[in-house]
């Protein structure tokens, strides 16, 4: 009844999929005019670090070359990108990367390879301030939140797309920003489960007929963002 709207947000990383917001395109901005030699992509978990990197290897193929998950060793790295020439190098997930791999990179990127380091912002900000990286030519991009009227905005293009602006309104949406902080891939996960559940009740003739209060409590409890209290 709900599969196709519920599908748009599940959680995946689609390049067709493209939302684009305020930070996020001032921090595309800063990532491909910067002339550091490595760059440390800073944000909590879930804020679309991946998405980014994934958006500039699509769209600049001849540029960057992305490595999207940890390696163990120099021959494993250079066994997938063999051809390194002028090109800068993402990675994904680098606070995974033992110290041994983050200073092979740190070579890399003084021999003419820049380096883009994608990590959460804890981890990242304490690797960024090593002594071998705060006397180099580096960079800290933080990539933000959302705010309230770009959630909006990214919500309800997708309840449009499929004509069921009917099932919630702005004052839900408020409560369930509130909960989700503005994090791109909770609230991605929160009105997918919601969705879920509202597909569940239309299909047995329950009581809920749109994303009302309950839903919201509902979805909240399952994904461990409140509590039950007895």
Not at 74 to 90: A, V
Request: charged share 30%; glycine share 4%.
């Amino acid at each position: 009844m709900l599969s196709n709207l519920i599908n748009e947000f599940r959680d995946k990383i689609d390049i067709n999929d493209f939302f684009s917001y305020i930070n996020f395109e001032i921090v595309k901005e800063e990532l491909l005019t910067s002339k550091s030699n490595i760059i440390f992509l800073l944000g909590n978990p879930g804020i679309g670090k991946s998405y980014m990197l994934a958006l500039l290897k699509h769209k600049y193929p001849e540029k960057y070359v992305l490595q999207k998950e940890p390696f163990l060793s120099k021959d494993e790295f250079l066994d997938k990108h063999q051809n390194l020439n002028n090109k800068t190098i993402l990675v994904d997930e680098a606070q995974l990367l033992s110290n041994e791999m983050i200073e092979f990179l740190r070579l890399l990127s003084d021999n003419g390879n820049p380096v883009i380091l994608a990590m959460h912002k804890k981890e990242g900000e304490k690797i960024a301030n090593l002594p071998q990286f705060t006397s180099r030519y580096t960079q800290k991009i933080f990539l933000k939140e959302l705010n309230f009227d770009e959630f909006e905005k990214y919500v309800m293009s997708k309840f449009i797309k499929h004509n069921r602006y009917d099932l919630i309104d702005k004052k839900r949406l408020k409560k369930i920003y509130k909960l989700t902080k503005g994090n791109f891939r909770l609230s991605k996960k929160f009105i997918f489960t919601a969705l879920g559940l509202l597909d569940y009740s239309l299909r047995n003739s329950l009581k809920y007929k749109r994303i009302d209060n309950c839903i919201i409590a509902m979805t909240a409890l399952e994904l461990g963002i409140i509590k039950w209290h007895f």
